[in-house]
């Protein structure tokens, strides 16, 4: 089929373009006839000669008859379809039929939007090839009456949803959308980890306080202190509890350089307990040497010396004493004026020891509380023992002196040892200048707290212990254990040398300790005696008194029942009829 289209005449006559089918407009689709080699090319210029121009049968699709065509209209433009629609030349919407578009070749390609004078098609092709494949737009109705342009106010074109694509362009707040997220969780994960440390640190304390409630409970009942529980109990755990507390001993004598007496207390620092006790010693307390004799403390203090008498007090009180302090009166006088003077309460009035004669003698220290003491007053408070009075009253104020000097003397460690090497005392080995003011000084912090206390060892007439009186000062105060005569323990034997020869006292010591017996020191009396004497009190002890006086070489007849020495079993007077063994 050979039709041509002229499209100045809006209808098809025959010429180079055949119809081969219909575009899903229902548009008729051309193609050039074979016969017809020529190129076409709509928009020559005018006065341009070509081969085609030379052709009276060539193609115008605007029908401007040889004129320069205005620019073509495109009303989907906006909407590519990925291939040109027809477009009406001007003037198209005056015919009844829409003017057919010549189709593109691959060797020449259609461009009805290039601008006049011909711009390259490729630009066209780049500028399209961007726009997305899109649905055109509803088909239009073709032939007579065919709708003209759009009115203003008519309705558009119908578009639908996939005829567009949308580009997600970046949100500006979307990096601090994120920020905060990360914060929030960031914040979150710190205050559940505050949370977990805060349980952990609060089951931490629980087990603590838990601890500390056990460990303070364990040690009221190590120390004996739980309610129901007496530190005297007879139990094991009491008993244990009492000797493994740790104490700090030290045995402190006083020797009136005047009257010549000693008074002996221990002064004892419980480092467990923090308690200081000053433990008063009566001097008729018996000690026995290591040579298996009886003596008194005082009898053992001034001829024994600071050692011997250290061991014999460990042996019979149990405890361990770590050094000796010898504190001679002028020394205690020194003492308390350095300390700046010490309250105490007397109980007596004491006279001035320096009066001429006891009518004239002025009271130095008053009865009274609070009594402000100097060092001359405090030495004679604590050596005052009045007439018929016992020895225990002198040891109570003694007692009450070495209570006020603590109050007084500094807790400082330091300035306790300068106080101690400012009295320039001469101290019995191993016990130094620093280590008696550092004890001083720990017992000084607990009497000025009020944990200082004083008691008094009660001691029987014979100058033993009683296990029973003592328990309370030996086993809890000290931590020892209270010793009584052993039934088989060797007799004990007091010699009161009246032979006139002060020789015979160690000759006749030497001989009872070689014949199974135990001496005990009874003096030297003040007058001579003509005839030996052996004394029991004891109706048991008849034969132990027959076998002292064959030991001494003395005839059975000076063996009598009478007074017995307090500590002693038998008791003997050596007179002028007694003669050493050779």
Do not use: C
């Amino acid at each position: 089929m050979n039709d041509r289209y002229d499209a100045g005449h809006g209808g098809g006559q025959e010429g180079p373009y055949e119809i081969v089918g219909y575009d899903e407009y229902g548009r008729p689709v051309y193609r050039q006839a074979p016969a017809q080699q020529q190129t076409y090319d709509p928009y020559a210029q005018p006065g341009q000669q070509t081969q085609h121009a030379q052709q009276e049968y060539g193609y115008d699709p605007y029908g401007t008859g040889g004129q320069q065509p205005s620019a073509p209209y495109d009303p989907y433009a906006n909407y590519g379809t990925g291939r040109q629609a027809p477009v009406p030349p001007q003037g198209a919407y005056d015919t009844a039929q829409q003017a057919p578009v010549p189709p593109q070749s691959p060797q020449s390609p259609y461009d009805p939007y290039a601008a006049a004078g011909g711009q390259p098609q490729a630009r066209v092709a780049e500028q399209t090839a961007r726009i997305p494949q899109q649905a055109g737009p509803r088909e239009e109705p073709e032939g007579p009456g065919a709708a003209g342009p759009a009115e203003p106010g008519a309705a558009g074109p119908e578009y639908h949803t996939e005829e567009f694509a949308f580009v997600e362009e970046p949100d500006g707040d979307s990096e601090d959308v994120i920020d905060w997220m990360k914060f929030t969780e960031n914040r979150t994960e710190r205050r559940e980890e505050a949370r977990r440390r805060a349980r952990a640190r609060a089951v931490a304390l629980v087990v603590v306080l838990a601890l500390v409630a056990v460990g303070g409970i364990g040690y009221l009942w190590y120390a004996g202190k739980l309610p129901g529980m007496s530190s005297s109990d007879s139990t094991t755990g009491g008993t244990t509890a009492a000797g493994a507390q740790k104490r700090d001993v030290i045995a402190l004598h006083l020797h009136d350089t005047d009257g010549g007496s000693t008074s002996t207390a221990l002064l004892v620092n419980n480092t467990t307990t923090q308690q200081a006790t000053t433990v008063l010693l009566p001097n008729s307390l018996a000690l026995t040497g290591d040579d298996g004799s009886v003596t008194t403390l005082a009898k053992s203090v001034d001829d024994d010396g600071p050692d011997a008498t250290q061991d014999a007090l460990d042996s019979v009180l149990g405890t361990a004493i770590e050094g000796t302090w010898r504190l001679d009166t002028p020394y205690l006088q020194n003492l308390v004026d350095l300390v700046g003077n010490i309250e105490v309460d007397t109980d007596a009035d004491v006279p001035d020891p320096d009066a001429e004669d006891d009518k004239d003698a002025a009271v130095l220290v008053h009865k009274g509380e609070k009594q402000t003491l100097s060092g001359k007053m405090a030495v004679a408070y604590a050596t005052y023992q009045a007439s018929g009075e016992a020895q225990d009253a002198q040891l109570e104020r003694f007692g009450q002196v070495v209570h006020g000097v603590l109050r007084k003397l500094s807790s400082d460690a330091q300035a306790a040892t300068t106080t101690v090497q400012t009295l320039g005392m001469i101290l019995d080995p191993p016990l130094t200048d620093k280590d008696l003011g550092s004890f001083l000084a720990s017992l000084a912090d607990l009497a000025k707290g009020g944990d200082h206390k004083t008691a008094l060892l009660p001691v029987q007439d014979d100058g033993t212990l009683s296990t029973e009186d003592s328990s309370g000062v030996v086993k809890d105060v000290l931590g020892g254990t209270a010793k009584s005569p052993d039934e088989d323990a060797a007799v004990s034997v007091s010699v009161q040398n009246a032979s006139g020869d002060k020789n015979n006292t160690a000759k006749v010591r030497i001989t009872l300790v070689n014949g199974g017996f135990a001496f005990v020191e009874g003096g030297t009396a003040s007058a001579a005696q003509a005839t030996s004497e052996v004394l029991y009190a004891d109706a048991a002890d008849k034969e132990n008194a027959t076998e002292v006086a064959k030991t001494l070489g003395l005839p059975t007849s000076t063996v009598a029942k009478g007074d017995v020495s307090a500590n002693a079993r038998v008791s003997v007077v050596l007179g002028q009829d007694y003669e050493p063994a050779s």
